[in-house]
């Protein structure tokens, strides 16, 4: 093994001074020998021997294309092999002014920039001497690569940052921003319009990481760069650190008036929400604005964004009493009044000062925001009663609104019921909203013994009104009305335009029952329009029934023909299951026996429902309408008869009165009609009307006049069927 060793080192060593004899041989030779040379010794390059006579080769040879030949050759090898970098640099540095070489020469010197310095500082002079764009980006590609940068780096950046194009101008700025080493001169300097966007944009990210804030440039960026993001960046920024300054103001809202871009608009404005720093300067300065501003929309932004801090700044508060008093834009008056209106519970100076401008007030919507404020402060007296019955009646519907909740505001006391209940005519004014009007209405219903004037104005009311739950409440008026002063508060119109339209009797029962003598043909018309089938659920909700206005009306003799005819249609028509008001209803015939329909009328009854009416009842009916014809009249209704069916009626009629004179007769006529023999229901209904009658039905059955053939003599089936 040692001699195999020994044998290599040999043949290294032999061909090492080959290639050395070689190279001496190279500054005697010409070009194409030295060519030949120098491909000969490059292969044992690696050896630092041969490199360093490479490198003084190099240092002295004078053809500049040989030369870039022979410096790539080196560099393909790595140049671990050199054992003295400096002086390898200092050729790579005398070499750079030969175009040859440069493009060889510039990454090797850059790959020793990156910890030499000397080697760095000549590239960065080299990089100022010539002005190709391909060499200067490629050199500062090198110079870039160092991740901490020196004092002598940071001044080649900032010296080189106006000398190169955008991309390189990019580089440059981040590695100084990620050095920590942009001041204020340098942000500023970065920050104007003409710089790229994507320089500023990346100088603004760093100004809110580090919390700078170049108010000047920033201010000029918001008022003359193009670019949306850059403008809506720059206002953040400045944002994010408090507006102070009333000329940063005035910037924003002239951002915020005119910019073209509706983002950055809302920007602007919107900064103000959470930035704004309200010292005296700045209050009195937005005042100013206010009162000088003519974007309605711009002006109600600075007063919702004023309307948090006026609670805790009285300064603020009555800076913007002071505005209201100028002729400034109504709207923004009226978003004034609103918001000082919230105050006023913990102001009551604030309070006084709004009654005193109430009066001065022109403008309905500023008076209707004053008076919505006025009303929602609780006052401990009186004073403002008459002042909310006033703005009832202003023509203005919102004053009218506003005046409403006033009177809400009042403690119902003993003291104040009349200014509550004088406010009940705003209640017939159709434009006010329903909540109020019910709000209203309730309470005034609740105070007892109202004024007449007051009923009277829910009588109207409860003329025309649509909505249910104040009809409602105008009618427990009316009752209580009433109840408390007795008929003479009645509007008996109204009750029957109720009865006989709406079929609503809610208020009418039980006073009609009461004052029925007060007007009695209205009080009939109105019981009148109760029998309406059309009105008989109302009836049920009242607790009232047909019956009961029919016997009323029976007491106070007011059965007329309309009302009988009722009694009788209701006889015949009647559901079945009412069977117990028969007898009411014939009860009510009776008040009225010359109606003259019941002649023909209780005839049908008696053959229509015979057997659900009381017929005691109906022959006491009779005898009245009839008197001694019923004996006539019975025996041709009797005769008419041709069927069982049909005859049964009557004989249930001369069962029950069987003490009338003329009963035996009938009976005996109806025992000889065939049809009567030959049923069985007919035959035990004569038999009982016989038995009461005190006859004897077989008696009579024999002594009666033969049957015609097919009756008499038929017999049933025998023994022989």
Known sequence: ?????????????????????????????????????????????????????????????????????MLQQ?????????????????????????????????????????????????????YKQQDNADVSRMILSWLLIPITATPEDLAFYKEMLDKTDEAE????????????????ALISRLLTPEEPFLIKEMVLRFCFDRSFVPTAALANLIKTDRSPLICIRCIQLLAVHGLDDPALIDILLESGR???DAAVRNAALHAFSYSIKLTP??????????????????????????????????????????????????????????????????????????????????????????????????????????????????????????????ILQIPLTRANTGTVAAAAPVLLHPGIPNDLRRTLAKKISTIPQLPSATVQVFNQLADHEQDSIIRDICTKVQESAISQAGGAHINW????????????????????????????????????????????????????SDV????????????????????????LTADLGNESKFKEYLLILKSNPQFAELKEGLWSLLEKRGRYINLIQLDELNRLIWGDELETVFRQRLEKQQSAAGIQPYISYLTVNSSWTPVPDLLHWIVQRPFVQQDADA???????????????????????????????????????
């Not at 001496?24 to 021997?49: C, F, N, Q, R, W």
């Not at 092999?81 to 200092?90: M, S, T």
């Not at 009323?552 to 249609?569: E, H, M, Q």
């Not at 035990?684 to 008499?712: H, I, V, W």
């Open 548 to 571: 009961e206005i029919l016997r009323f009306l029976a007491v106070k003799a007011g059965i007329d023909d309309n009302l009988s005819r009722y009694a009788l249609n209701q006889l």
């Open 493 to 544: 119109e109204q009750w029957l335009h109720k009865a006989d339209v709406a079929h609503d009797f809610s208020g009418i029962f039980p006073h009609l029952w009461m004052y029925y003598d007060d007007n009695p043909a209205m009080a009939h018309s109105i019981l009148w329009s109760a029998l309406n089938p059309a009105g008989s659920s109302s009836i049920y909700q009242e607790r009232v």
């Open 1 to 69: 093994m040692s001699n195999i060793i020994e044998q290599i080192r040999e043949r290294r060593n032999a061909n090492t001074s080959q290639s050395l004899m070689m190279l001496e041989m190279v500054p005697l030779s010409d070009i194409d020998t030295k060519y030949s040379l120098l491909s000969g010794a490059s292969a044992y390059l690696h050896d630092p021997a041969i490199a360093e006579k490479w490198m003084e080769l190099t240092a002295a040879e004078t053809d500049t294309r040989l030369k870039a030949d």
């Open 258 to 260: 005119n910019d073209p």
């Open 169 to 184: 101008k990019l580089v440059l700025v981040n590695r100084l921003l990620l050095q920590d080493e942009a001041d204020m």
């Open 281 to 406: 300067e700045i209050i009195s300065h937005l005042c100013r604005n206010l009162a000088t501003e003519k974007d309605a929309g711009i002006a109600a932004g600075l007063i919702n964004m004023l309307a948090p801090y006026t609670a805790q700044h009285e300064i603020l508060s009555n800076a913007l009493l002071e505005l209201v008093q100028q002729p400034i834009q109504t709207a923004l008056a009226v978003r004034i009044y609103e918001i000082l209106g919230r105050l006023i519970p913990q102001r009551p100076a604030l309070f006084e000062k709004f009654v005193v401008l109430f009066e001065q007030e022109q403008q309905t919507d500023c008076r209707t925001a004053m008076l919505n404020a006025i009303a929602a402060a609780v006052t401990p007296g009186d004073e403002l009663n008459s002042f909310y019955l006033k703005a009832l009646e202003a023509p203005s519907l919102q004053i009218k609104e506003a005046g409403i909740r006033g």
């Open 683 to 721: 035959m035990r209904a004569l038999k009982d009307a016989t038995r009461n009658a005190g006859m004897d039905l077989e008696k009579m059955l024999r002594s009666a006049t033969p049957e015609q053939p097919g009756f008499a003599d038929e017999e049933g089936p025998g023994f022989a069927d």
């Open 74 to 126: 080196l560099a393909v090898t790595g140049m671990r092999q050199i054992a003295v970098k400096e002086r390898f640099i200092q050729i790579l540095i005398e070499s750079l002014k030969q175009d040859e070489s440069r493009d060889i020469i510039l990454p090797i010197l850059g790959r020793y920039a990156i910890t030499d310095t000397t080697a760095r500082q000549h590239l960065i002079t080299f």
